[in-house]
């Protein structure tokens, strides 16, 4: 129960997809204008990975490796990502109109967001039992849904302030970007080897 917990916390905080690993900065930066917008997309994100989590560790162990497919592994793990990002966008335009429209293009776009493909490579990499991979793709979902409203937060607040001229916009939001993966990275070796 500790290792997942440490595996938890290591994927959420520690080695955080986004400010530590660098994956996923399109829809960081892009749909992190609004809390509201920021919050949905990563609950979408994190469902999006705990379902291609589950199915690409099931194709892989009952279907790829039984059968001496694994040349097949990318493939099968694009097409698993696909078809749960479109499951996930039929049921956002389904129970909230004003979500999918506040989403915009960002949601179809969880299909080549790198932290999806990334998490599958990377916990194919470790070898992870099925509650592993599941705990790991909760966590990192938990950390991208932390990052992507914190840093909405920080830029509604930037909104309104009196930032110099030079700094408004982008770059205001990129410094932060930068103290945010600083702060973030201050937990390296709290959760020792946790992925």
């Known amino acids: 129960m500790t290792h997942l917990l440490f595996l938890f916390f290591g994927a959420a905080i520690v080695n955080n997809f986004v400010l530590v690993r660098f994956l996923g900065l399109c829809p960081f930066l892009g749909v992190s204008n609004k809390i509201s917008a920021a919050f949905g997309m990563g609950i979408a994100t994190t469902f999006v990975l705990l379902m291609t989590s589950m199915g690409c560790y099931a194709v892989n162990s009952l279907v790829l490796i039984p059968f001496n497919l694994q040349s097949l592994d990318l493939i099968m793990d694009i097409v698993i990502i696909a078809l749960t990002v479109q499951l996930v966008e039929i049921a956002i335009r389904f129970i909230s109109y004003d979500l999918y429209n506040a989403l915009g293009i960002y949601l179809p776009l969880i299909t080549t967001n790198c932290v999806v493909l990334g998490l599958v490579l990377l916990q194919n990499s470790l070898q ?62 709290f959760a020792g080897s946790a992925a």
């Open 128 to 189: 992870f039992s099925f509650s592993e991979a599941c705990v790991f793709a909760l966590g990192a979902g938990t950390g991208f849904t932390l990052v992507l409203t914190l840093f909405a937060a920080i830029r509604e607040r930037l909104a309104i302030s009196d930032v110099p001229e030079p700094f408004k916009n982008t770059a205001i939001a990129l410094i932060t970007a930068g103290l945010l993966s600083l702060a973030f990275m201050g937990f390296a070796g």
